[in-house]
């Protein structure tokens, strides 16, 4: 028996489906999850001492690639101090700064531990400033797991078939409305149909948690005019995207200034971190100032805001963007290179360091047309680029993603597995 299959079962006896979040359970592709002891770089090195070429980045955060020197050694610095205080420490100063002066529409940010806790708290703000209750999500956008947003979501909570979780109350599924993505009709009969009432709409400005889809040309310019028009608060969640394709996130690149923002994944340089912010007005509605309660005991943490700020100084530092994107349209040319010469319909929306396979011959825009993959052939195409070297998500509705240290033979090598992968179909 493998090293990781006799720690998979022992996981099995004592966490449910041995795992601490869902997705890692590899249900959607079959197969048991290997265990990791080591990353480095582009590589995972396993429990059984196999080395894989890492397209997840633990899920985003890698985007300098693994155990990189400088964020370690941020975090070791940090360590010399102590581990928490419960005080406020300096670092929570220069992380504000570094994210206020990236993001072009935040103003004032608080830090909390992670993705889901900073969607949640936004959309407490955005209900406490308008003192309206309803707010609007988009169908296969995943914004962590808190009960308003757990409704139609992506990532883990659509591969396990259970967009909608056991659990949530139907009054408050109720004060969600989920509309699809890039769906200006849909966006209008929901604002007739609710006036006044519309809280919030959060969004993933480019959704990754279904795959990888962009918007229409047009159609963020349009959320944005349709929700200022109605007071609504616009809530961009670039936990994923944020810093991942530009410092600014997706609304530097469209040139959108939502009301507020979350952060998450590349901010934390790997170790647990969320955060939101935006307009100080808005922002200012938070407990002390004002009355919208949020807290936490680790908010802040001394290490997680070392290891992510030395995380953004490299991004600032290195700019490495237009070399992402030349990785990744590396990648999507092999991809569809093979697909075509196999005679295989496959979409593969890339920009910068986010990339998806859609094994299907409807361009993909939504949830419903991702829903149109071959969950099959993924399946296939994912155990075969594993069995050599190469790890996507273990699920065709996550984005996979790609650090600075992909350059050079390790995406050479990536781009001829995946194209023999699909070749093999
Ligand atoms: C990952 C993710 C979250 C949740 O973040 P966690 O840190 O996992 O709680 C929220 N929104 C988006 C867009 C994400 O990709």
Known sequence: MSVSDSLFAR????????????????????????????????HLITADDRTLIDFVCTWGPAIHGHNHPRIRAAIATALENGTSFGTPNPYEVEMAELIVRFVPSIQKVRMCNSGTEATMSAIRLARGFTKRDKIIKFAGCYHGHS???????????????????????????????????????????????????????IIEPYCGNVGFIMPDAGYLEYLRKVTSEHGTVLIFDE?????????????????????????????GGGLPVGA??????????????????????????????????????????????????????????????????????????????????????TPVRDYATALTGDAALFKKFFH??????????????????????????????ACEVMAAAIRAL
Do not use: W
């Not at 997705?23 to 080591?38: E, T």
């Not at 394709?245 to 979350?262: C, M, N, R, S």
């Not at 075969?384 to 996550?398: F, I, K, M, Q, R």
């Open 11 to 42: 996981a099995l006896q004592l966490i449910p489906g041995g795992v601490n979040s869902p997705v890692r359970a590899f249900r959607s592709v079959g197969g048991a999850p290997f265990f990791v002891k080591r990353a480095e770089g582009a």
């Open 147 to 201: 009960d308003s947003l757990l409704i139609k979501a992506g990532s883990g909570a659509l591969t396990h078939g259970n967009p909608d979780s056991a659990g949530v109350p139907a009054s408050f599924a109720r004060e969600t409305i989920v509309l699809p993505y890039n769906d200006r009709g849909a966006l209008d009969a929901a604002f007739a149909a609710n006036p006044g009432q519309i809280a919030g709409v």
């Open 239 to 267: 936990v994923m995207t944020g810093f991942r394709l530009a410092k600014g996130g997706v609304q530097e690149l469209e040139h959108i200034t939502p009301d507020l923002t979350t952060l998450g994944k590349i901010i």
């Open 276 to 361: 939101f912010g935006g307009r100080a007005d808005i922002m200012d509605h938070l407990a002390p100032l004002g009355p919208v309660y949020q807290a936490g005991t680790l908010s802040g943490n001394p290490l997680a805001m070392a290891a992510g700020i030395a995380a953004l100084r490299l991004l600032d530092e290195e700019n490495p963007y237009a070399r992402l994107d030349a990785l990744g349209r590396q990648l999507r040319e092999a991809v569809l290179d093979a697909a075509k010469a196999k005679g295989i319909a496959l979409q593969c929306p890339q920009r910068g360091a986010m990339f998806s396979l859609f094994f299907t011959a």
């Open 384 to 413: 075969t680029c594993l069995d050599h070297g190469v790890y996507l998500a273990p699920s065709p509705y996550e984005a996979a993603f790609l650090s600075t240290a992909h350059a050079g033979a390790d995406l050479d090598r």
